[in-house]
């Protein structure tokens, strides 16, 4: 194992010999090293990686210690490399500026040789500890990572499972969650970009174009006379299909402990009330304006837009101009100013999703 060194800076001989001898009885565990001025200090600094204490005169020819410090804390290294600054009494401030660049102690000439080691080695100790408990938290930090990777990857796996399986059991063309989970990721781009009022942030936009995916995953509890019938539904059935809101969010508190997360409270906003319009006219709880959760309003025009240019059982696709002009026009109902605006910008995205669909990666 490589000794640990510890680095002595004096321009007097003699107090070298002196601070050198005071570890002599230790000279298995450390490697000495000495320089007699500054500039010889920055190169042992340099030059060797192991230092664990530097024993540091002030008042020397070419570089005196303060250069050697300013050097040190422009390369960092003050809070891996503990300091002691041997200074002496005639030498005004020099204490008060030592503690300024963060040194481990300051000692005054003449100093008494068993202090010095003593103090030496419980700073040694000290930071040699402190490495110790940042590495430890490192090691926890990188193990904590690659939990919270493989819970993210496992979620996604049943994320997209639960919504193959809504998938299966609709009318709606495949890959339908695949697009709106698109959409929606690049509409909420847009609102981090423009609207930042609204408080996205990468990671949050993430968490809503994943939680995207469940918007209709309250559709499993609608009977296949209604999900699959080859035409409109009558009002009486398009009231039990409004009901998948609402069923969807009974499966995700099931599916869910801990209901205080950001990503369920997306799942939930997303699930529940992606068919509210901004002027109260939409369901299950009529919300109008503001009141409506940004991920929800997000998650409805990537929904009705999806919708209109798709085929159904019922009706032919729109051409991406028309549903963009229906929407606009609110043919479809209300959206906010903020959200048709984005839509705007993300038309041209919206447009190409189709041929992209192939080639895109949806993680």
Not at 60 to 72: A, R
Not at 104 to 133: G, T
Not at 281 to 307: C, F, K, M, N, T
């Amino acid at each position: 194992m490589e000794k640990q060194q510890i680095l002595v800076v004096d321009d007097e001989e003699i107090n070298r010999v002196i601070l050198m001898e005071m570890f002599h009885e230790n000279r298995d565990e450390y490697e000495l090293l000495e320089a007699g001025n500054g500039a010889e200090a920055v190169r042992q600094i340099e030059e060797n990686h192991n230092i664990v204490l530097v024993l540091l005169d002030v008042v020397m020819p070419i570089m005196d210690g303060f250069k050697v410090l300013e050097y040190m804390q422009e390369h960092e290294l003050l809070e891996a490399i503990p300091v002691i600054l041997i200074t002496g009494e005639t030498v005004k401030d020099s204490e008060g500026r030592a503690y300024d660049f963060g040194v481990a102690d300051v000692i005054h000439k003449p100093f008494y040789p068993y202090i010095v080691r003593r103090r030496s080695k419980n700073i040694i100790e000290l930071y040699q500890n402190k490495r110790n408990m940042e590495r430890r938290l490192k090691e926890q930090e990188i193990a904590i990572r690659a939990q919270e990777q493989e819970i993210r990857e496992t979620n996604e796996f049943m994320i997209d499972a639960l919504s193959t399986v809504v998938e299966s059991r609709s009318a709606e063309t495949g890959d339908h969650t695949k697009r709106i989970k698109f959409y929606t990721r690049i509409m909420a781009r847009h609102l981090m970009e423009h609207f930042p009022r609204y408080g996205l942030t990468p990671a949050l936009v993430d968490a809503i174009s994943r939680a995207s995916v469940l918007h209709d995953i309250g559709k499993i509890g609608i009977s296949d006379t209604i999900l699959l019938k080859p035409g409109r539904l009558t009002a009486e059935e398009f009231e039990i299909m409004k009901t998948h809101t609402t069923i969807g969010c009974d499966i995700l508190e099931k599916l869910y402990k801990d209901r205080t997360g950001e990503f369920y409270r997306y799942c939930y906003e997303i699930c529940r009330h992606h068919h509210e319009r901004w002027d109260g006219r939409g369901y299950p709880d009529h919300l109008a304006g503001e009141d409506i959760p940004i991920s929800a309003q997000i998650v409805a025009v990537a929904d009705v837009y999806d919708a209109l240019v798709s085929p159904r059982v019922y009706k032919s696709s729109f051409s991406n101009d028309k549903a963009f002009e229906m929407i606009m026009n609110g043919e479809c109902g209300q959206f906010s100013p903020d959200i048709l605006e984005c839509f705007k910008l993300a038309r041209e995205d919206f447009f190409n999703i189709m041929e992209m669909l192939g080639t895109f990666e949806f993680s």
